[in-house]
């Protein structure tokens, strides 16, 4: 398989919450919550950068779709250390700024930013539906690979 991610989805439990999470208190670009006329259908994608989107798709649509059962009303306590996405920027500055504005749209601060083993500067939110986002500043992200 030759590595070309085009899409993440996150599955969410209020599609209009989290569009207003990821939309107004983000700031992330979106037509808005599509595919309504359809059972299943409803969705939101977001531009994040050249050739990546990020989807938000309710944890039932996605449970229907994939055919895996929708284990309890809140399956995001037992999935949060799943999966992280990385939000890296370019100064301590930036990540406390990114901070700011996480808490401001209503995200729950996990780790507040701080000094990284490696030399950095990040910390963790969590969006209204649990998916655990890392804000940092990496100075030696590009020779990582």
Known sequence: ????????????????????FYRDGLGLSTK??????????????FNLQSGLKLALWPRRSLAADTGLP???????ASSA????????VDSRDAVDAVMRQATEAGARIVKPAQE?????????FQDPD????????????????
């Open 32 to 45: 808005g919550i599509i595919g309504t006329e359809m059972e299943n259908g409803a969705v939101a994608f």
């Open 81 to 88: 250390l799943e999966l992280s996405i990385g939000h890296n």
């Open 130 to 145: 649990g998916h655990v986002w890392e804000a940092a500043f990496n100075p030696g992200l590009d020779d990582l690979g």
């Open 1 to 20: 398989m030759k590595p070309h991610i085009t899409v993440i989805t996150l599955g969410v439990d209020d599609l209009e919450r989290a569009v207003a």
């Open 70 to 76: 929708l284990l309890s009303a809140t399956p995001q």
């Open 116 to 124: 990284t083993f490696y030399g950095g500067y990040a910390g963790y």
